[in-house]
C-alpha cells in the first residue's frame, strides 16, 4: 500500500489529525540537535519555517494539549494508542528532570547544550519514530 494512502487512514484514527501533524513537526526538532543548533539558536530560516524555538514545543506539550499532564487523555485525539502515550510521558519525564535540576529560565543555547540534553533528544527520536513520519 502507498505510504500516503497509510498516512491518510492512520489519520482518520485520531479526531485532532492537524494537532497530530503539529506533534510530530515537534518531535522532529526536540529529536535534531542539528536543527536545533541551526534554527533555534542561530535564528536560522528552514524552509517554510520562519522561526521556531524550543519554547514553541514546550508550550505545546504542557498549555496547548494534555500531553505533559495526561497523554492518555490525548488517546483518540492526537494520539492512537496507550504506548504512543507512554512515549510521551517518557519525553516529559526527561524534560521535566531537566527543568527541576537547571530551572525554566534558560536560553535555548543552555538548554542543548546541558549534557542531559541528549536523553531529550533521545525521546524525541523514540517517538517520532513510533508516531511515524
Given at each position: 500500500?502507498?505510504q500516503v494512502v497509510k498516512l491518510e487512514q ?64 490525548m488517546i483518540g485525539w492526537i494520539l492512537y ?40 533528544v533521545d525521546a524525541a527520536k523514540e517517538a ?6
Amino acid at each position: 500500500m502507498d505510504q500516503v494512502v497509510k498516512l491518510e487512514q492512520a489519520m482518520n484514527k485520531v479526531k485532532y489529525p492537524e494537532m497530530r501533524k503539529e506533534l510530530r513537526s515537534h518531535l522532529q526538532a526536540l529529536s535534531d540537535p542539528e536543527y536545533q543548533r541551526r534554527v533555534w539558536v542561530a535564528k536560522g530560516k528552514e524552509g517554510s519555517i520562519q522561526h521556531d524555538e524550543l519554547d514553541y514545543a514546550i508550550h505545546f506539550l504542557y498549555d496547548d494539549t494534555q500531553l505533559a499532564d495526561d497523554p492518555r487523555s490525548m488517546i483518540g485525539w492526537i494520539l492512537y494508542d496507550a504506548s504512543e502515550a507512554e512515549l510521551m510521558e517518557r519525553l516529559v519525564r526527561v524534560i521535566e528532570g531537566i527543568f527541576e535540576q537547571h530551572g525554566t529560565a534558560l536560553s535555548d543555547a543552555q538548554y542543548i547544550g546541558l549534557a542531559e540534553w541528549g536523553a531529550v533528544v533521545d525521546a524525541a527520536k523514540e517517538a517520532l519514530v513510533a508516531i511515524g513520519e
